[in-house]
């Protein structure tokens, strides 16, 4: 059910869509230029769409252990694989040319999923917590944390109970905000539903 989209940000509406096929699980997505890079999960495929005509695409494969997250400083792609590790892919040829280990207090920080790139270092969600690690692209370094979870227990109080650990964020960097949104399951069992937009979040955070 995986899809690529453009959404207008104030109303909602998709103005543009390409559909993935069925037993494609598309995970990470970042634009570089005109193009827009996908990696897909539990799979060493990828995508190239170009960013005006979603019907214009070419694969690649990439040599992560896995698909997770995509992020770009503008010049190369960073990766990451559900591990601890973080990537940095040419994105002309598609090889890895840099990993570091993410690290924190010398312990790895595992299960290393949504990235975006803001203010030079890399933002990493980690799966299944409501945490995201400010990472040193150079050497892994946490250099602090953004702790959402009170975030997250004032939606739920709010009204918005539907809502699970944090699973995604998008930066946009236009307007100096973080977007994120929340996994989702419901009564048939663990599976990906919909998602929720968790707020809308102004920088400077709250971190430690």
């Given at each position: 059910?995986?899809?690529?989209?453009?959404?207008d940000l104030q109303?909602?509406?998709?103005?543009?869509?390409?559909?993935?096929?069925g037993h494609?699980?598309?995970?990470?997505l970042?634009?570089l230029?005109?193009?827009?890079?996908?990696v897909?999960?539990?799979?060493?495929?990828?995508?190239?769409?170009?960013?005006?005509?979603?019907?214009?695409?070419?694969?690649?494969?990439?040599?992560?252990?896995?698909?997770?997250?995509?992020a770009?400083?503008?010049?190369?792609?960073?990766?990451?694989?559900g591990?601890?590790?973080?990537y940095?892919?040419?994105?002309?040829?598609?090889?890895?040319?840099?990993?570091?280990?993410?690290?924190y207090?010398?312990?790895?920080v595992?299960?290393?999923?949504?990235l975006?790139?803001i203010?030079?270092?890399?933002?990493?969600?980690?799966?299944q917590?409501d945490?995201?690690?400010?990472?040193?692209?150079?050497?892994g370094?946490v250099?602090?944390?953004?702790?959402?979870?009170?975030?997250?227990?004032?939606?739920?109080?709010?009204?918005?109970?539907?809502?699970?650990?944090?699973?995604?964020?998008?930066?946009?960097?236009?307007?100096?905000?973080?977007?994120?949104?929340?996994?989702c399951?419901?009564?048939?069992?663990?599976?990906?539903?919909a998602s929720?937009?968790?707020?809308?979040?102004?920088?400077p955070?709250?971190?430690?």
């Amino acid at each position: 059910q995986s899809s690529v989209r453009k959404v207008d940000l104030q109303t909602g509406k998709v103005l543009d869509q390409h559909q993935m096929d069925g037993h494609m699980f598309g995970e990470g997505l970042t634009l570089l230029d005109d193009r827009l890079f996908q990696v897909t999960w539990l799979k060493n495929d990828g995508f190239i769409y170009d960013r005006h005509n979603f019907s214009k695409r070419e694969s690649f494969t990439h040599k992560m252990r896995d698909g997770w997250g995509l992020a770009t400083d503008g010049k190369i792609l960073f990766g990451s694989d559900g591990t601890s590790k973080l990537y940095q892919l040419d994105p002309i040829s598609l090889e890895v040319t840099k990993t570091v280990t993410v690290k924190y207090q010398d312990n790895d920080v595992s299960y290393i999923n949504e990235l975006e790139y803001i203010n030079g270092e890399v933002w990493a969600n980690v799966w299944q917590t409501d945490c995201i690690a400010r990472v040193s692209h150079e050497d892994g370094q946490v250099a602090s944390w953004i702790l959402l979870h009170e975030l997250r227990q004032q939606l739920w109080n709010s009204g918005n109970t539907e809502i699970d650990v944090l699973n995604g964020i998008a930066w946009d960097e236009e307007n100096d905000r973080l977007f994120g949104k929340s996994f989702c399951t419901c009564s048939f069992g663990p599976w990906i539903k919909a998602s929720k937009v968790l707020g809308q979040l102004t920088l400077p955070l709250c971190s430690q």
